[in-house]
Nanobody, 115 residues
Framework: QVQLVESGGGLVQAGGSLRLSCAAS????????MGWYRQAPGKQREVVAA???????NYADSVKGRFTISRDNAKNTWYLQMNSLKSEDTGAYYCNVDTVLDDYWGQGTQVTVSP
C-alpha cells in the first residue's frame, strides 16, 4: 500500500520561507508526475507545482520565481521550497503522485502565512 506523508508546514510571517517534504512509502511504479497542490478555505484545490519523471517542472503563475519543486529519487521524497511567502499562499498543501496504475494523495499539511 502506497502512503504519502507530508511535513514542513506551519505558521510563518509574510516574506518568510518554508520547505515542505513528501515521503512516499510502499511500492510505486511507473511514476508519471509528482506534484504539490493547495486548497485555501472556500476554494478549490489547485496545482502549485509539479515535476515529471523526466525532471520537467511547471508552476502555477502565482508561485513562479518563489517556489521550487525538487525530488530525491533515492529517498522517494519530493520537496517544495517556498520563499517570499504571501498571505495568499495560506492553505492546506497536499502532495500527489500520479502513476500509470493509480493516483495517490497525502493527508495534507497546513501552511499559514501571517501578514
Amino acid at each position: 500500500q502506497v502512503q504519502l506523508v507530508e511535513s514542513g508546514g506551519g505558521l510563518v510571517q509574510a516574506g518568510g520561507s518554508l520547505r515542505l517534504s513528501c515521503a512516499a512509502s510502499g511500492s510505486i511504479f511507473s511514476i508519471n508526475r509528482m506534484g504539490w497542490y493547495r486548497q485555501a478555505p472556500g476554494k478549490q484545490r489547485e496545482v502549485v507545482a509539479a515535476i515529471t519523471s523526466g525532471g520537467r517542472t511547471n508552476y502555477a503563475d502565482s508561485v513562479k520565481g518563489r517556489f521550487t519543486i525538487s525530488r530525491d529519487n533515492a529517498k522517494n521524497t519530493w520537496y517544495l521550497q517556498m520563499n517570499s511567502l504571501k498571505s495568499e499562499d495560506t492553505g492546506a498543501y497536499y502532495c500527489n503522485v500520479d502513476t500509470v496504475l493509480d493516483d495517490y494523495w497525502g493527508q495534507g499539511t497546513q501552511v499559514t502565512v501571517s501578514p
